[in-house]
């Protein structure tokens, strides 16, 4: 029996992420999905052709001062999430995580999600940066890509 896509979704998240053995890392469950939902209902996106999500986007909005503590490595990914204060104004986006499974890639998909969710966010939020965390070299190019059709510069952490 195959798996689900929401099984292979999961799967995809622990081999790439392995948020289990890094407690730096934003280690997302329902809780964390809750929250980031009420730091800006659009943090969450999931695509779904109808057989369950294909492609899954967190983002969030958040402080330039936390960003810029993010940045200098003085707090940890999960740190920005816990300190990312509610019903404030945030002028900084983390683009925190994009996944999609092998045979959906290289379709823009994450792409496509992460931008309608920065309109979103920019919609109440004056966004001024956007900032991510390299993983893979196929995060970084949609980073950049995504910085590119927003308009918006694109930081990440200082290197050590």
């Not at 659009?42 to 969030?60: K, T, Y």
Request: net charge negative.
């Amino acid at each position: 029996m195959s798996l689900s896509n929401f099984e292979r979704m999961l799967q995809l998240a622990d081999s790439v992420f392995s948020v289990k053995n890094d407690p730096n890392q934003l280690d997302v469950n329902e809780v964390v999905i809750q929250r980031l939902i009420e730091i800006h209902p659009a943090s969450v996106q999931e695509f779904d052709e109808g057989e369950g999500p294909v492609a899954w986007i967190l983002i969030f909005p958040t402080t330039d001062a936390l960003m810029l503590k993010f940045l200098s490595q003085k707090i940890s990914e999960k740190e920005l999430f816990e300190m990312t204060p509610l019903n404030a104004i945030y002028d900084a986006i983390y683009l925190c995580s994009a996944m999609v499974l092998d045979e959906y890639r290289r379709k823009g998909i994450s792409k496509r999600l992460s931008i309608d969710a920065i309109k979103q966010i920019q919609e109440y939020h004056p966004i001024k940066n956007l900032f991510y965390w390299p993983f893979t070299t196929e995060g970084e190019l949609c980073a950049n890509a995504i910085a590119a059709e927003c308009n918006l510069p694109l930081l990440k952490p200082e290197q050590e």
